[in-house]
């Protein structure tokens, strides 16, 4: 410990930010994770980053010490891999630069901006490029693991919007990462995840959005579910692109848009952002009148930032949440049939199976054009248990588990950025067999030791007990198209 400490004083000396241990202020905070189930993690030191160099220094120092490295940019993983445990915790929660090109229609962020704020600035030029569905998640991770949210249906990904990447690798050199230089390491941080190097800076491209779309929700009686569900399939099929729905089974929120006595009653909602004018919106959710009478409705034209936050207070900081994912390649009769069956009826506020669309921009991407797999899904699922109890798991967990083993023959793959603590094979499971190969080829090149481990991890090829073995491309395999 005492030559830890020492080493602790050069690494403090040695960055432009702070090394914080505990007791300090600020390392507390540094070590909060979004999924209160996965805290308690302490970390010999957080380096909270004020610049790239800080990141590679902190690199090298978990290196030289041999100590486990992990990544944070907003914590909001629900693994909580964000944070080591014993080891060096890089955070990059400081670096906070947004830098938008209304002109080019370009955005340059670093990985600790939050959508809300990157939406914030490029709406002000009337633009936006795809992030997630909430307004408090990072940009980072979420790109990294391809990166759902209301605008992909019409404009792709967010990581079909990442046009560079600025990168510190394993060995602690920066490096940018396009498709006219180190294409291969461009290639795999969109979709790879956290596996192939620390990312200081991304650059977007942005779109023509809003300000104002049509957004919000309709809530139909959860007895209705089965209905609403088949209904939803055959409507998403005939769906335009600019078009969004989700259909998510939960309980009604106690929040002031409900009356009271509708709060905690089991719902099917639809949750929509349509991109168009409010008389193209008008038109395209027309159908929705074939369901009847909802129990709720609370839909409208509103601003796109403030769709953005229209669901933050369900995805807010300090729950204990447990969930299981995949995709559905189609919405079947049976897989609607496993949703509403018998003791699947979400069991409390907060807890929510949430079937959400691909399609239209996402299915034009060649399943090999970047590392995400999966796109030619009609929906991807998530069950997710949400409960503020310690102690109370052991029912909500019962309850994903059961709904998910109903959903599962029915599943295909997994989405990186939704899976839990679900072994290896379920992470190989996220990709194309062949993008796998390629991710293990450049994993060992660009991070041989697999440094960055914290993550859903993809193995180097080489010298892994039990994985098959991959010849790195000949010549410099970040500088090939993979
Ligand atoms: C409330 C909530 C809403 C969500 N909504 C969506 C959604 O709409 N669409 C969607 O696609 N996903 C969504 N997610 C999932 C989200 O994409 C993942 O949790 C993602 O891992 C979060 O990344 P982060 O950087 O915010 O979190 P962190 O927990 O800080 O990081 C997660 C992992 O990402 C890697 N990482 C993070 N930053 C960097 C970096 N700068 N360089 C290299 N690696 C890095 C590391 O491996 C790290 O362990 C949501 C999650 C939550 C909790």
New binding site residues.
């Given amino acids: 410990m005492e030559l830890a400490t020492a080493a602790v004083r050069d690494l403090a000396g040695a960055v432009h930010g702070a090394v914080l241990r505990a007791g300090d202020e600020g390392y507390d905070e540094a070590c909060r994770?979004?999924?209160a189930g996965a805290g308690g993690r302490r970390p010999l030191v957080v380096v909270r980053c004020a610049d790239a160099a800080d990141v590679a220094t902190a690199i090298r120092y978990a290196a030289r010490h041999e100590l486990e490295l992990?990544?944070?940019?907003?914590?909001?993983?629900?693994?909580?891999?964000?944070v080591s445990d014993g080891g060096v915790t890089v955070d990059?929660s400081g670096l906070r630069d947004v830098r938008v090109d209304p002109g080019r229609r370009l955005a340059s962020v670093q990985?600790g901006v939050l959508w809300g704020e990157l939406d914030a600035r490029t709406q002000e030029a009337g633009l936006a490029t795809t992030?997630?569905?909430?307004s408090?998640?990072?940009?980072?991770?979420?790109t990294?693991?391809?990166?759902?949210?209301w605008l992909m249906r019409r404009h792709g990904?967010?990581a079909d919007n990442l046009l560079a990447a600025d990168?510190v690798t394993a060995d602690g050199t920066g490096m940018r990462a396009a498709e006219d230089c180190e294409p291969g390491l461009f290639w795999a941080l969109r979709g790879g995840?956290?596996?192939?190097?620390?990312?200081?800076s991304l650059e977007f491209r942005l779109h023509p959005v809003g300000p104002v779309v049509t957004g919000g929700a309709v809530f139909y009686a959860a007895e209705q579910a089965a209905r609403v569900l088949r209904w939803y399939r055959d409507f998403l099929a005939g769906a335009p692109d600019d078009l969004s729905v989700q259909c998510n089974l939960l309980r009604l929120p106690p929040a002031p848009f409900v009356p009271p006595e509708l709060r905690g009653r089991p719902a099917v909602a639809l949750a929509v952002c349509h991109l168009g004018t409010v008389e193209r919106a008008g038109r395209d959710l027309a159908a929705l009148r074939e369901l009847g009478e909802p129990l709720l409705r609370r839909l409208g034209p509103m601003r796109y930032t403030s769709l953005q936050r229209l669901y933050d207070m369900?995805?807010?900081f300090g729950s204990f949440?447990y969930g299981r994912s995949g995709y559905l390649p189609e919405l079947t009769d049976a897989a609607v049939d496993a949703l509403t069956a018998p003791g699947c009826a979400v069991p409390g506020a907060g807890s929510i199976v949430m079937i959400s669309p691909l399609g239209g921009a996402v299915a034009r991407v060649g399943e090999l054009d970047t590392a995400v797999g999966h796109r030619g899904a009609a929906v991807s699922c998530s069950v997710d248990a949400v409960w503020q109890r310690p102690g109370a798991a052991a029912a909500h967990v019962a309850w994903a588990d059961r709904v998910w083993a109903g959903l599962r023959p029915h599943c295909s793959g997994a989405?990186?950025?939704?899976l839990g603590d679900e072994g290896p094979e379920r992470v190989r499971e996220a990709y194309h067999p062949v993008a796998w190969q390629r991710l293990r080829v450049l994993k060992t090149h660009y991070d041989p030791g697999n440094v960055?481990r914290?993550?859903?991890n993809i193995p180097p090829a080489a010298g892994n007990a039990g994985s098959r073995t991959v010849s790195p491309p000949a010549g410099d395999a970040g500088s090939r198209k993979p």
Wanted: proline share 2%; aromatic share 8%.
């Fill in positions: 994770l979004w999924n992990s990544v944070r940019s907003t914590g909001h993983n629900v693994t909580g891999r964000a990059l990985p992030g997630g569905r909430i408090t998640t990072g940009v980072a991770g979420l990294l693991g391809g990166g759902f949210g990904l967010a990168v995840g956290g596996n192939f190097g620390v990312v200081t369900a995805g807010r949440v989405y990186v950025n939704e960055f914290l993550n859903q």
